[in-house]
């Protein structure tokens, strides 16, 4: 009687103050609230004390209620991605545009307006999953369609281009580039000694090694972002012609990265940057897309090609052969659990349905088997198709295989295998619509070897370089720099730099400048010439593509008491016209007193809203707001680093002084003064890259 009366008046406390009785008013998401039960569907009298022996007893084996919370939690967690493990998800759907009659088989590209239901998946690769999302890293980009013929996956990469040709080296990849085993760092980074030895004694990385170097690796946004498939596949027709592809997806947005100093920044003040965005993005009806585009060439083009097409470290220009826009996709649904979807989907490369087919790429064929053996060990069993997030959509699956861990179904009859005779209705093969391999003709010795074909590391390299316009390749200078700066071993360094030169010796010298390395660079054995007459390709530039748009892009205002309140309201209402985000940042939660006495809320307190969270800012302060927050280093930083980020800053003449305390100088993305559509318009091109000069030291 005791131990209940005690009980009810927790309770009642509790009650009391969610419902906010005695004047208080608290939140209450209302509705009916269902009884709680346990795993069996037992209803719980009591979730918050464990069951004892007296008020101040042992805590008795038979609450069985207690058990089963703790054990479950005990079990909550599998075990992360081996790589990838950082990641987020979404659901929403690929639509066709333009079908593919005729090159391929395959509904979902095929039939004009198929709108196949998809779970996209992005990630980084090297980080555990608790780490930052704007690591300088690749991204992973994996779709998986369920489409009626079955589930297809396209798990590629934001990066058109991989480290390494071979399957087999995969494991020294990644395990260079992960902490290092010893001391268990650093985390979410390639800038250690591991990854430089690796990929200086591994040739073949170099063209990956530019691409990761670049701006690529730091990108603004899931939204802002191409993704590739990065193998060459195969597509099949009705009549089993094939028809070689490259995928390509290509953002809505257009491409933006953010300032390596800004990624550093962001990790620190929102290390779910980009998760968040994307949730944000979603849930207010800001639907991310992109196009899905394919590049098409058969075997004569292949054989005719600079590069192996099987060579994934090797791509083709688009200027070469152009991207054919098939269909677009588009994520309109958040997911309603974390842990159920995003963590449990399980791509696999081996996921391809009639129509789409591989080829002999050598990492292709090592990752057709990884896939499926690693979601084995992470969801624990061959059964983890049956999992929802991962079981097909709209087409039945019918087959002889069986029970095993976690079975979900419970198939009914004597008949578990095939062929059969005993009972009616058992699936059987279907020539006609059943997946088929194209029949390649293979002859050849067993031997272990690389292609010739797949000889050349540092052409592409160079192309890459030069496709890039002039800040783009000031900054992958930097992050060679910034990268082999932490890397502490000089050999190490010195051979990187050495590998540069095969690329080119401009480049290497540049970098070899910044280390302090000037002359001491030995070289790098090589056999290839470099064609160093490569085209250039603008499709590789981030910023030869980005489009001048706020849709989609934050804008924050700097405020403070006695900030005038109408022009904030003149901000946020065109910054919406213009389909952008709209943030108020001021020294007090609460937000701030305008100058009219009115209090317009914030959406940021100063010190958790730092100017790096936004693509161009405006400090919108009274003379005597400004004298304040002169002396605030939060305000400061906030200025000084959208200066040094190359954003578009707008200005009120009040806010003069603290723009000097900053050293902000004027120049064409500096606007002084109320005119809030010319604001807008300098904000719509993005960064101020003339600006970069006056900020950093270009090498
Ligand atoms: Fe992966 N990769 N990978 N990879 N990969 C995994 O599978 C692997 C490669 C990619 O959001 C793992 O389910 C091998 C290229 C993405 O769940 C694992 C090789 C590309 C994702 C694996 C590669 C990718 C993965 C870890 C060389 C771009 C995340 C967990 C032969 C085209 C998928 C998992 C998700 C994940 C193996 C190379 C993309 C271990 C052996 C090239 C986007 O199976």
Redesign the pocket.
């Known amino acids: 009687m005791k131990q209940q009366k005690q009980e009810a008046t927790a309770q009642d406390a509790v009650q009391d103050f969610v419902i906010g009785h005695g004047g208080e008013t608290h939140q209450n998401a209302g509705g009916t609230h269902p009884a709680m039960t346990g795993q069996t569907g037992v209803v719980i009298a009591d979730d918050e004390n464990s069951l004892k022996a007296g008020e101040r007893g042992p805590v008795l084996l038979e609450d069985w209620n207690l058990l089963e919370k703790t054990q479950h939690f005990d079990h909550e967690r599998i075990p992360e991605?081996?790589?990838?493990?950082r990641?987020y998800?979404a659901r929403g759907y690929f639509e066709v545009t333009d079908p593919l009659k005729g090159i391929s088989r395959a509904a979902v590209l095929s039939e004009a307006g198929e709108k196949t239901p998809v779970f996209v998946?992005?990630?980084t690769?090297g980080g555990n999953m608790g780490s930052t999302d704007v690591a300088r890293d690749?991204?992973?980009?994996?779709v998986k369609f369920y489409t009626k013929e079955g589930n297809w996956d396209l798990?590629?990469?934001n990066?058109p281009v991989?480290?390494?040709q071979?399957?087999i080296?995969?494991?020294d990849?990644?395990h260079s580039v992960k902490q290092e085993p010893d001391r268990g760092f650093p985390q979410a980074q390639s800038a250690h000694d591991t990854f430089w030895d690796w990929a200086s004694l591994t040739p073949e990385s170099t063209h990956m090694l530019m691409w990761i170097m670049s701006d690529r690796a730091i990108p603004r946004s899931f939204r802002m972002m191409e993704g590739?498939?990065?193998?060459t596949y195969r597509l099949l027709n009705d009549e089993g012609k094939a028809t070689y592809v490259k995928f390509h997806w290509k953002p809505k947005l257009g491409l933006q990265s953010v300032i390596w100093d800004e990624a550093l920044k962001i990790s620190g003040a929102d290390p779910d940057f980009h998760r968040r965005d994307l949730w944000e993005s979603i849930a207010q009806g800001n639907f991310p897309e992109w196009e899905l585009g394919v590049q098409l060439f058969d075997e004569e083009f292949a054989k005719k090609f600079d590069f192996d097409v099987l060579d994934?470290t090797k791509l083709i220009p688009e200027e070469i052969v152009p991207v054919r826009v098939v269909g677009r996709l588009v994520l309109d649904r958040n997911v309603d659990n974390y842990f159920a979807e995003t963590e449990q989907?399980?791509?696999?490369?081996s996921n391809v349905v009639p129509g789409i087919d591989f080829t002999n790429d050598?990492?292709?064929?090592?990752?057709i088997?990884?896939?499926v053996?690693?979601?084995l060990s992470?969801l624990g069993g061959p059964n983890y198709q049956q999992i929802p997030v991962n079981r097909p959509i709209g087409c039945p699956v019918l087959n002889m295989q069986r029970d095993g861990h976690m079975q979900m179904g419970a198939q009914k009859g004597r008949v578990s295998y095939s062929p059969s005779s005993l009972e009616a209705d058992t699936p059987r093969t279907d020539p006609k619509r059943g997946f088929t391999s194209f029949p390649e003709k293979m002859e050849g010795d067993k031997l272990r070897i690389r292609a010739e074909s797949f000889g050349d590391h540092y052409s592409q390299a160079l192309q890459f370089f030069n496709s890039q316009t002039e800040p783009e390749q000031n900054h992958i200078v930097s992050a060679f720099i910034f990268e082999l700066s932490k890397v502490e071993t000089l050999a190490v360094r010195k051979r990187v730099v050495a590998q540069l030169k095969n690329v080119d010796p401009k480049i290497a010298e540049r970098v070899a400048k910044g280390l302090g390395l000037e002359g001491e660079v030995p070289e790098f054995p090589t056999k290839v010439t470099v064609k160093t007459g490569l085209q250039a390709s603008p499709k590789l530039s981030i910023l030869a593509n980005a489009k001048p748009t706020l849709k989609g892009r934050k804008i924050a205002v700097l405020t403070a008491d006695g900030t005038d309140g109408a022009l904030v309201e003149q901000l946020r209402s065109a910054a919406k016209r213009h389909g952008a985000d709209f943030a108020v940042v001021a020294p007090k939660a609460g937000g701030f007193k305008a100058a009219d006495g009115t209090t317009v809320p914030g959406d940021f307190q100063l010190a958790g809203g730092p100017s790096v969270l936004f693509d161009a800012v405006f400090v919108a302060l009274s003379a005597d707001g400004a004298a304040m927050l002169s002396k605030e280093a939060a305000a400061k930083g906030w200025v000084s680093d959208a200066y040094a980020h190359l954003k578009v800053i707008g200005a009120t003449a009040g806010a003069q002084k603290l723009l000097d305390k900053c050293c902000v100088e004027p120049d064409a993305g500096v606007l002084v003064g109320t005119d809030v559509e010319a604001y807008l318009k300098a904000a719509a091109k993005g960064r101020v890259f003339d600006r970069e000069p006056e900020v950093r030291t270009v090498y």
């Open positions: 991605r081996v790589v990838h493990a990641g998800g998946r992005f990630s690769v690749v991204r992973g980009f994996a798990v590629g990469n990066i991989f480290f390494i071979d399957a080296k995969f494991t990849l990644v590739f498939g990065v193998h994934a989907v399980a791509f696999c490369v050598p990492l292709l064929q090592g990752r088997v990884s896939y053996d690693t979601q992470r």
